[in-house]
């Protein structure tokens, strides 16, 4: 027998050692390796399973030669067994060796491991299971029912053979499954002894076009196996890590637009995001249904998410939450983007672009999944048995990371609650009733700018505008003083046109408190009439003494959003 | 017997089992074990180890009842060993199954595992470790060899016998051991799949006062579990999650400045951080030894790392590289600071800060652990088989991460070359001599601020200053907004003064190219002479004409410097 063939080939399954916790389809996959011949061989639960549905099934006592012993602590643990898992099919001297010792070849393992429980450890169905791993070149291991159907249909197709490439799969995900188990277990005694530690896996990591900068490599690694890739519907320019970055803030930014606590409704989002930080952002009350009517209000939104600062959205990554159709791709196609994402990209846009000799070189379409927060959450717990989401950095030093509450627990404010024109100080804020979605609109916004950050929002024919932008500053006044700036070359440009101003419905909103009453003075020259911060500073009565004093109406949300 | 009272009782070590691959310090362990009456069994390898040294040890086949088997891929695996780890020492039922079985009982496992090999996966020593590890109530497991020596000291000290603590202890080193193990097969047949996954642990978790928010929870890990933790020397108020966050940027950017590829003379360093982004820092160059002159040059660089942006330095983190005397501390003790940061604390500040009724209250003084490049390479090679840091960010998505070289592959520039001057448009540039050290310490400042991000640094006394800074913006020329009023108020300040200043030694440097020659015009206001970018843009040669023609020398270094 030539030894490099026959490694490669498929095997026959003739014998079966089933010993699984969760029987999930265990009865369909044991009825059809019944049909197939397959002798199988069951620890006392599964047998009983399988006899009591009339699938014939011997004990593992016949190979291990032991009854179960200790309550059940050794039960699986053998010379046979593990023998019969892990002797050289290809290897002469082992086969005379296995015929010499009585050993019986064990082609199939089908295992999977109680739910962990740190008084209940595993030992037996581990052994198994990295055994039956270590030794593919002549073992099928089976340790999750998901891939039972896809293994029954292959032995059904090939007459009872597993090629190799089934069987190596089936070996990565064995030894990805113990190195789940363990790594839980680890951190679940080291949890217990006061240590905290943290295991983390990553998956189908995405090669990237280069890391921050040309000169460094980069990848995106997705939370689950079972994580889709990127979907680039468009473009063939790979995506860079400050692209990732930017997607994913974009996304960030869409979602948390989108879900907001106190409504359900549709609405038309837009984001433009550059550097990790938003610089442009728009929405509109929308419809159920997309439509001609919906169509004018998508290119409406997207006109306002650029025109907030048309400057830094040069490059950006746009984000929407509805359909991107030919008609309004053509309504931003003069705008140079390094990528649009949205949930689905129309035919005839796809068709058009592919159709250009020259242009949109460097543009990509990407399709994004929607926001689940119960599925990911599931899922996520399912594989990783952690019921908390991370984010932070990796450093060489270590990770920094902090809890992050899925979107519809996060919290932008506990009130929004007028401050000014209280005390009778000076000039007396005009106590309008502020637009609290507006105000949720841009504190969502500053949540995802660099700190510190200021955002300056409007209301304009019912739609929502950040109309300025000021963050990643080393101190709030130079946030304060970008913010403004901005705002006030857009302000100026509209009241030279026929478009007119109004301040009354323009909000500043900042993610950390004034430490001082200047920020307030820049903002009042400006025209500014509403502030909303956090509050929480040493100098607050200072702070609201001056808007009193300037006729501002400030408001205090009582939780910061800083963010780096 | 009382069950609960003999389960937290310490136990007598009375049989070993002894299966090593790194024999490291085997022979004094085993020889202890012999003066101590207990009885040793062994794989074959570890038999002969022992034996050679004229240490009596029994072969493992007296319990597993066989030979090794199959070229030795089962050697431990069997009913006798497996029952032996695993039943229950404080079960009368157990111990009379024992009996009846012929079960001996094994007290302590020593076992580590051969170096990873994807091709010989180690099957019998991780199920002995495992059975071990799960009954630590009534097994000891040795799996690091430095914990030979403590152990050895218990045993004398206690007539034989091993706490429970301890036994927890080595258990939780066991399940971490063996989650190391297979969380690197997982990769590592992952990888050979094509598919990119990554398993990372961290630990050592230091609680944080709280996230970047108040009302958010957050945990510093560390690399390894042999990390230090954060070392407090003064201040009660606990770090937070942005606290870490600028230690770990300032003494990054500390280390950067220190390590040099060209010199390895010693300077004095200054560095200080706000929200992640530098807003101070100063060198000097030093002397070997620390002395009265000495300390005076500390600071003076302190002060101007101060100097150069005063209201952001306002809540920031300083670090420096030089040990802080009460002579020091007292030069800048009027400014608020976040925390200080250095190689040691004079016992005389501590002393004096201690003394104080009130003042410094949130103040923290940590001592840092010198950058030691081979060592943090290879302790983290070794726990993790691992050759490569990462840095990146993790969130709901997934990891997006980026190699990073060690601080003496770190580059900044390919080249400092000029580019202006060279053609015959309008005024030409001085083409002085450009100060590359300078350049480098800009560079370095630069490539640790946010994108866009400027900086403008210049030499004076001798010493270098950061004297301008713009970053986290959405379009570069906000960014040379920002640095420029920063740099131009400093320097009308200084020219109000005695001090002149002057601006052949300032130099303004650029994270990524100017896509546009507006920047130009800016700097070329405020007076800026010099300016140093990557180059890349498609409007260089425009840029470029801009320079020569309002007489600026241009320097393009061609490496990108962005972070985010």
């Known amino acids: 027998m030539n030894r490099l063939t026959s490694v490669t080939s498929p095997i026959k399954i003739k014998r079966a050692l089933i010993s699984v916790y969760d029987k999930n389809g265990i009865i369909d996959l044991a009825q059809e390796l019944n049909t197939q011949g397959v002798e199988i061989f069951c620890s006392s639960g599964t047998k009983s399973a399988l006899n009591g549905v009339g699938i014939s099934a011997k004990d593992i006592q016949e190979i291990t030669g032991e009854e179960p012993a200790f309550d059940g602590r050794v039960k699986t643990i053998s010379f046979g067994i593990a023998a019969g898992l892990l002797y050289d099919r290809q290897s002469h001297a082992h086969q005379q060796e296995a015929l010499r010792r009585n050993i019986v070849a064990i082609d199939l393992l089908v295992c999977n491991l109680y739910a962990l429980d740190i008084n209940n450890i595993d030992i037996g169905g581990v052994t198994l299971i990295r055994a039956g791993g270590k030794n593919f070149q ?28 089934t069987r190596k799969y089936l070996m990565r995900k064995a030894f990805n499954y113990t190195a789940d ?54 473009g063939t320019k790979e995506l860079s890590y400050n692209n990732i970055l930017d997607i994913n803030a974009a996304k960030d930014l869409l979602f948390k637009l989108k879900y907001s606590q106190n ?52 490059g950006g990554i746009l984000a929407t939450n509805w359909p991107i159709t030919l008609e309004i791709f053509k309504s931003i196609e003069k705008n140079f983007l390094e990528a ?47 019921k908390q989401e991370y984010e932070g950095k990796i450093s060489a030093e270590g990770a920094l990371l902090q809890a992050i509450p899925p979107l519809s627990k996060q919290k932008y404010y506990e009130d929004i609650r007028l401050v000014t024109g209280l005390a009778n100080n000076g000039i007396v804020g005009n106590r309008v009733n502020i637009n609290r979605d507006l105000v949720e609109f841009g504190l969502k916004i500053v949540s995802e700018a660099k700190s510190n950050a200021i955002v300056i929002v409007r209301e304009q024919t019912g739609n929502f505008q950040m109309v300025g932008h000021g963050q990643g500053q080393t101190n709030r006044v130079t946030a304060v003083d970008n913010a ?48 909303v911060q956090p509050g929480g500073s040493i100098r607050d009565q200072e ?13 205090f949300t009582g939780i910061r959003l800083f963010k780096h």
Do not use: W
């Not at 905290?196 to 690694?221: T, V």
């Open 138 to 165: 002549g073992v099928a291991v089976l340790t999750d029912p998901s891939d039972y159907v896809p293994f029954i249909s292959e032995l059904q197709k090939n007459q009872g053979e597993i090629s190799l490439e």
């Open 484 to 531: 403004i700036k901005m705002f006030t070359l857009k302000t100026n440009s509209e009241n030279a046109t026929s478009k007119k101003t109004t301040n009354a419905n323009v909000v500043l909103i900042s993610d950390g408190f004034f430490p001082f009453a200047d920020n307030i003075e820049i903002a009042a020259e400006a025209g500014i009439k509403n502030i």
């Open 263 to 314: 409504t359900d409704e549709q609405k038309i989002i837009a984001t433009i995001i550059k550097h990790g930080n938003p610089c442009g952002a728009a929405a509109a009350q929308g419809f159920q249904v997309f439509n001609d009517k919906q169509e004018n209000q998508v290119i409406e939104v997207l006109r306002q998410a650029f025109s907030g600062d048309p400057v830094s959205a040069f």
């Open 340 to 386: 649009i994402i949205a949930p689905s990209i129309d035919e005839m846009l796809l068709h058009y672009l592919s159709g250009l000799k020259s242009g949109h070189k460097n543009l990509r379409l990407i399709k994004y999944n929607e926001y689940n927060e119960s599925d990911e959450y599931n899922e996520h717990n399912k594989h990783n048995h952690r």
């Open 543 to 555: 702070v609201i003494a001056k808007c009193n004093q300037l006729g501002i109406n400030m408001y």
């Open 181 to 234: 188990y363990d790594s839980n277990i680890a951190m679940s005694l080291d949890e217990n002894a006061g240590i905290h530690s943290l295991r983390y896996s990553f998956h189908n990591g995405e090669e990237l076009r280069y890391g921050e900068n040309p000169h460094q490599q980069a990848k995106f690694y997705h939370k689950t196996p079972s994580s889709p890739k990127i979907e680039v519907l468009f």
